[in-house]
């Protein structure tokens, strides 16, 4: 394999890899978000519901509706009221946006160099465009452009004349 390839495949590797590092630590945000506020609700199981919740992260559109299932069947079929059941479903939507317009962007600024608007907008777009596959292959396709991005030149050290 030339260099050239080699050195590429390096960078789309460690871009994948970076954008797999910051989906693991917004699932382990979003399972310890959706643990505080089952348990806070008293929702049996909360443990559980809140460890599927984070794995249902790495699965885009369905799996915030995935985990939601779960906790409201279990407040169905342990006799809660309906207040309850609301709470729960607006703890779904809350989690949802603090996911996808903080955590989610946030992350993979930090881990990837994506910036901010752009892991908000190009998902969407794509998601336009190609419905399903856009918004499943997004984020690790900006993760790979942005790796190919040339970074910053650092500022030349300031020239101290004599004194």
Same mark, same amino acid.
Request: hydrophobic share 60%; aromatic share 12%; proline share 11%.
């Given at each position: 394999?030339?260099?050239?390839?080699?050195?590429?495949?390096? $960078?789309?590797?460690?871009? !994948?890899?970076?954008?797999?590092?910051?989906?693991? #630590?917004?699932? #382990?945000?979003?399972?310890?978000?959706?643990?505080?506020?089952?348990? @806070?609700?008293?929702?049996?199981?909360? %443990?559980?519901?809140?460890?599927? *919740? *984070?794995?249902?992260?790495?699965?885009?559109?369905?799996?915030?509706?995935?985990?939601?299932?779960?906790?409201? #069947?279990?407040?169905?079929?342990?006799?809660?009221?309906?207040?309850?059941?609301?709470?729960?479903?607006?703890?779904?939507?809350?989690?949802?946006?603090?996911?996808?317009?903080?955590? &989610?962007? @946030?992350? !993979?600024?930090?881990?990837?160099? +994506? %910036? /901010?608007?752009?892991? +908000?907008?190009?998902?969407?777009? !794509? *998601? +336009?465009?190609?419905?399903?596959?856009?918004?499943? @292959?997004?984020?690790?396709? !900006?993760?790979? /452009?942005?790796?190919?991005?040339?970074?910053?030149?650092? #500022?030349?050290?300031? &020239? $101290?004349?004599?004194?």
């Amino acid at each position: 394999m030339p260099n050239d390839l080699r050195t590429h495949a390096r $960078t789309a590797g460690t871009a !994948l890899f970076n954008w797999w590092k910051a989906v693991t #630590l917004e699932a #382990l945000c979003v399972a310890v978000l959706w643990w505080i506020g089952l348990f @806070l609700l008293g929702v049996p199981w909360a %443990p559980v519901w809140a460890l599927i *919740g *984070g794995l249902m992260t790495f699965i885009p559109n369905f799996g915030g509706v995935i985990t939601v299932i779960f906790p409201v #069947l279990m407040i169905l079929f342990s006799g809660h009221d309906m207040y309850r059941l609301g709470l729960v479903l607006g703890l779904y939507a809350v989690i949802v946006v603090i996911d996808q317009l903080a955590l &989610q962007p @946030l992350l !993979l600024k930090r881990v990837s160099r +994506i %910036p /901010i608007w752009a892991s +908000i907008v190009v998902p969407i777009a !794509l *998601g +336009i465009i190609i419905p399903f596959w856009g918004v499943l @292959l997004g984020p690790p396709l !900006l993760a790979i /452009i942005y790796a190919f991005r040339k970074p910053p030149q650092p #500022l030349p050290p300031p &020239q $101290t004349g004599p004194r």
